[in-house]
């Protein structure tokens, strides 16, 4: 009769190890998620802007509100800001306006809330404040009146909610192509190479070395986005 002693003690401790590995590298992946988002944030904002002003630039008329006066498609110029925050690994972003510093042709003071009140289409009334007349231009044609005038959409139908729809078009649309794919990080996440090529040093680090090598991973992926 032949028999073969096996010691399988050693055999279920690798097991064991690498069984860890696979567990901490995916506890690893989720506890860099945040630090991940946060990198795809900050450059979906700065390709969000960079959309916007060329846009902006194509059309002018349609985008001169969220820029200072005759600046339009100018990054220096631009009156909207975005943030962002992150949650549970998830992004949400935000827009907001500032206020205007420079001076129309037609004006003699900055209209400081251009950009909202354009976008929002909210009624302005002006009045006559160190004079007894106001005077304005309308296509072309020089207007004097003593009483307050009531102008409902300032910058046009148009304008009116343009901001809003180009916000929409490049997340809801754009986002995945022009932050994700374009970096690269869609491809990156989807072939786990950092685990294979970690395995043996797995095989001994267990758990501990799995958390490393996959929070690793996931906030490298993030590197490829800046």
């Not at 860099?32 to 802007?49: M, P, T, V, W, Y």
């Not at 549970?88 to 306006?97: A, L, Q, W």
């Not at 995945?176 to 395995?199: C, E, F, H, P």
């Given at each position: ?36 988002a ?5 450059n979906?904002i ?7 002003d ?19 498609g ?16 998830g992004?949400?972003?935000?827009g ?18 251009k ?24 296509d ?5 009146t003593?009483?307050?005038?009531t102008?409902e ?55 501990a ?7 690793n ?10």
């Amino acid at each position: 009769m032949i028999a073969v002693k096996f010691d399988d003690r050693i055999f279920y401790k690798d097991l064991s190890n690498i069984l860890g590995y696979s567990e901490g590298f995916l506890l690893g992946a989720e506890l860099g998620k945040g630090k991940l988002a946060q990198s795809i944030g900050r450059n979906a904002i700065e390709i969000f802007k960079d959309f916007v002003d060329q846009n902006a630039r194509v059309d002018n008329q349609l985008y001169h509100h969220i820029y200072e006066w005759y600046q339009v498609g100018n990054p220096e110029a631009r009156l909207f800001d975005i943030n962002y925050t992150t949650r549970d690994g998830g992004i949400s972003f935000n827009g907001t306006f500032s206020q205007s510093r420079s001076v129309s042709k037609n004006s003699t003071t900055p209209f400081y809330n251009k950009a909202e009140i354009m976008e929002r289409g909210i009624p302005v009334t002006i009045r006559p404040m160190n004079a007894s007349v106001l005077a304005f231009n309308i296509d072309g044609e020089q207007v004097f009146t003593p009483n307050q005038v009531t102008v409902e959409n300032p910058g046009g139908s148009h304008v009116m909610g343009s901001f809003e729809r180009i916000f929409d078009l490049f997340f809801k649309q754009h986002f995945r192509q022009s932050v994700l794919d374009m970096t690269g990080i869609t491809k990156y996440l989807s072939n786990a190479k950092a685990y294979k090529d970690n395995l043996k040093s797995g095989k001994t680090g267990g758990k501990a070395r799995g958390v490393e090598v996959g929070y690793n991973w996931i906030t490298k992926a993030g590197d490829l986005s800046v």
